[in-house]
């Protein structure tokens, strides 16, 4: 039964959504009392699927929470809700039938149609569940990669700070950044306790929106990438153990990677279980990984399971892995006879994309070895997103400077694409062929001086194509729009907002409305060298711009688009 089941689980990223990809999530459990961990459990140490923990009210791990290396993110959940802790509050039978009959959760519920003491990690699962569907709302084309790394990417800190080593009274495992160098200048944070952090609605929908790869299993790139064979002896009761090492040679951008052992046990009544091994994975970089730790899980087997970690996210796959296995439970003799090396990601590409969120601030120019210098030399076409960011932003590519998340950050030049977030934001373009994207907000967009792709999102935005033939977005909100010198393309949404052209050029430039027919717009000139058209109730005000002067007759089929 279970070979098929997880056989499906396993067919259901390569078929589901047309082959996008199903999203699974599963919680990670309740085992943290128990010594129970995520890599012992298939359910949770697939890469098929999503595993959550828990986090209480108070910004902490729940004591119940199982923790592990195979964790993507966390959510909230409720605790000790029977003697009155915060619960989740869900959808309940109609009625007195459910968990609440309308007088058994109170002070905080009276109504019988809901409850309001959902805990465990149950409680947190379907919280991803429901950010899942607001990316995918955002954005359908998102495959169930792209779906976990957005996930990773927006996930903010909660718990113990990052690299101090405390832990609170749940905790087992402190946060340490991995040596990716592409998140808020530099590597994600992660821990075993709560993968990448608390999931975060708004900044995952920000990255959704401006997703521009995507990542399915037809392109997933699995690969051996190395494996060890021998006959070492695992030292008994030491918590050293055995290390041995894997030299990879291919470059992949990770997103998982796994280890397979194989191992002749002790057999005697006293003797060893895979279970009772501690194992760690350290990879190039430094960054360290535990994949297990001493569990009461009893199934494992050698040969035959297979550990995970997502905790090298974003990393290179090139260079000398070390693992080491520990066997610290009891008096036994183990021997090691074989490792494998899984490495599970994307191929590697000179299109570069350096995403900031909200954590920005918290770690440029720190210890931890975040930059505020973007230093880009491989080529490739480079992009700065700063969606999840909500603090007004300022980059100029021109100049190779900006304002990200209130922190100067410079070394851009050789940057072409920068989408911001939800602030009043300022992008300039350089002489490339740049795609900006302001977001929400009001904005001003500059395209500078190559062919360009300008969208000011939601907010009363001032686009300026600048040279060359330049696209520009309105968005909802009072839009104002230049085009510049070049043949240049204003795409109109039906959004029933006022938006005005400045210099529209008859015989060059070119209006495309986007969910409106020929037959739903009017023309009337209001002005010299000035019209005004209702488009289903959007209003546009063009004025000319160049040698011809702009009137209602003038304006013929070959100036307009409908999409």
């Known amino acids: 039964f279970w070979t098929a089941f997880f056989s499906g689980l396993r067919g259901s990223v390569e078929l589901g959504r047309d ?14 009392l128990d010594g129970r961990h995520t890599n012992d459990s298939h359910f949770t140490n697939m890469p098929e699927t999503i595993a959550v923990a828990a986090v209480s009210d108070d910004g902490h791990v729940a004591y119940y929470s199982t923790p592990g290396a195979s964790l993507l993110v966390s959510a909230p959940s409720g605790e000790r809700t029977w003697l009155g802790d915060a619960g989740v509050w869900t959808t309940d039978r109609v009625g007195g039938a459910g968990y609440s009959d309308g007088a058994s959760q109170l002070p905080e519920n009276s109504d019988p149609d809901y409850g309001s003491r959902f805990n465990g990690a149950s409680a947190a699962a379907p919280i991803v569940t429901g950010v899942v569907a607001l990316m995918l709302e955002a954005n359908p084309e998102l495959g169930w990669r792209d779906v976990q790394e957005i996930l990773a990417l927006s996930a903010r800190h909660v718990g113990t700070a990052v690299g101090d080593g405390a832990l609170s009274e749940d905790e087992r495992n402190a946060w340490a950044f991995n040596g990716a160098s592409h998140w808020n200048g530099g590597g994600m944070h992660f821990s075993n306790d709560y993968g990448f952090g608390l999931v975060d609605a708004l900044a995952a929908v920000r990255l959704a929106e401006t997703w521009t790869t995507q990542q399915t299993s037809a392109n997933w790139r699995i690969e051996a990438g190395a494996t060890w064979e021998g006959a070492a002896l695992i030292p008994d009761n030491t918590p050293e153990g055995l290390t041995i ?3 990879v040679d291919s470059d992949i951008d990770l997103e998982v990677v796994s280890i397979r052992l194989g191992m002749w046990l002790d057999e005697s009544p006293e003797g060893s279980r895979l279970t009772d091994l501690t194992i760690t994975l350290t990879s190039p970089s430094g960054a360290e990984s535990i994949l297990a730790t001493p569990s009461g899980q009893t199934s494992l087997t050698p040969d035959a399971w297979v550990f995970t970690s997502n905790a090298f996210r974003g990393e290179r796959a090139s260079g000398e892995w070390m693992l080491r296995v520990a066997d610290t439970a009891r008096r036994d003799e183990n021997t090691l006879t074989f490792a494998e090396l899984g490495l599970l990601g994307d191929d590697p590409s000179d299109n570069d994309t350096y995403f900031f969120t909200n954590a920005f601030s918290d770690y440029a120019g720190g210890a931890f070895g975040h930059t505020t210098r973007i230093s880009d030399r491989n080529g490739g076409i480079d992009t700065i997103n700063a969606a999840a960011v ?13 304002l990200i998340d209130g922190v100067a950050v410079r070394g851009l030049k050789n940057i072409e694409n920068a989408f911001t977030g939800d602030g009043d934001d300022v992008l300039i373009g350089d002489g490339a062929r740049n795609d900006l994207r302001g977001g929400r907000g009001n904005d001003v967009i500059h395209g500078g001086k190559g ?13 300026r194509g600048g040279r060359g033939a330049d696209t520009l977005f309105d ?23 006022l938006d005005i052209i400045h210099d529209f050029r008859l015989g060059l430039d070119r209006l495309t409305f986007l969910d409106i027919t020929a037959d739903q717009i009017s023309i009337a000139d209001t002005g010299r060298n000035a019209v005004k058209i209702d488009a289903a109730g959007d209003f546009l005000f063009l004025f000319g711009g160049g040698p011809r002067p702009l009137n209602a007759a003038a304006l013929d089929v070959d100036d307009f688009m409908f999409a």
């Open 245 to 247: 090492s894997f030299t």
């Open 390 to 402: 909500s603090a007004d932003a300022f980059i100029d590519l021109a100049k190779g400077v900006g």
């Open 19 to 32: 082959g996008l990809g199903a999203i699974n999530v599963k919680s990670a459990g309740n085992g943290r």
């Open 475 to 497: 968005g909802a909100g009072v839009d104002r729009m230049w085009g510049g010198s070049g043949r240049d393309s204003f795409v109109l949404s039906h959004d029933r907002d």
């Open 451 to 463: 062919a360009d792709t300008i969208s000011g999102g939601e907010g009363a935005d001032i686009l």
